[in-house]
């Protein structure tokens, strides 16, 4: 039997997606669809109220697409092979469930631009660096990177790093906001995971971080009016919630919520 190189699992309300494609964990497009599958697959279960996705290995979280595979088809399969990843990491941050990318190693070209495509991301202390390297290679990205990265840091920065093709350590990430936290080596990917579980009840509504989400992501893409008026959309979503009845009934009795995620 072939080995999955998406290793996906659920721990206790965490969905856990590791990249297992050594040594780099470079994606092929048998990868990207078993990537598909496992997002499909958080997306809707129930029981997943946050997503963790991180590579296998200590070096790598990915080094981004198998540039072999890429060389050795047509430019139509590139092209098409772009489009499907546009579609994959589309859907994974369109998915109403937060999605923390650990960074346990380099997060170069494509596999970047799956880190980008999470909403936190949490990176090793001196575990790697991260960059955008494509126009090394004469081209540029093709998974979303030209978009979402001056999304997170700006134009100005973001152009300056995809246009030079420059790594950055994951402490010079962190200071430009694109690495919301540095964690210690030891341990780190554990350490994650706590910080992945607030977000599970009963300790958080994951159903009104969902939202948030929703609300953050397709708000900016819009006008003001319209991300005010889709925020009212998801806020009667959220009053509609078991979550809602229990959180404002808890704070009248003055206790701890127990939210369910729904």
């Not at 346990?104 to 631009?113: D, R």
């Amino acid at each position: 039997m072939t080995e999955k190189m998406i290793e996906y699992q659920v721990d206790n309300g965490v969905g856990i997606m590791a990249l297992n494609r050594p040594k780099a964990n470079a994606y092929t497009l048998e990868m990207l669809k078993e990537l598909d599958e496992a997002i499909l697959a958080a997306r809707l279960d129930e029981n997943v109220h946050v997503i963790v996705l991180r590579g296998k290995g200590e070096k790598f979280f990915s080094a981004g697409a198998d540039i072999e595979m890429l060389t050795s088809h047509s430019t139509s399969y590139r092209y098409y092979f772009s489009l499907y990843g546009h579609e994959t990491l589309t859907r994974l941050e369109n998915t109403p469930k937060l999605v923390i990318a650990a960074l346990n190693g380099h997060t170069v070209g494509g596999g970047l631009e799956i880190a980008l495509a999470c909403d936190i991301r949490i990176a090793k202390r001196d575990g790697g660096r991260l960059g955008l390297a494509e126009v090394n290679l004469g081209v540029l990205p093709g998974m979303g990177g030209t978009q979402r990265l001056p999304r997170w840091i700006g134009r100005a920065q973001a152009l300056e790093m995809a246009a030079t093709g420059r790594q950055l350590s994951f402490e010079e990430a962190h200071e430009l906001g694109l690495v919301n936290h540095i964690y210690e080596s030891e341990n780190f990917f554990e350490q994650v995971l706590d910080y992945a579980r607030q977000f599970v009840p009963p300790n958080k509504a994951s159903f009104a971080v969902g939202r948030i989400k929703r609300a953050i992501h397709a708000g900016l893409d819009g006008s003001l009016s319209e991300g005010l008026a889709l925020e009212r959309e998801v806020l009667l979503e959220a009053f509609l919630s078991e979550d809602a009845a229990e959180g404002l009934a808890a704070n009248r009795t003055r206790r701890t919520p127990q939210f369910k995620g729904r």
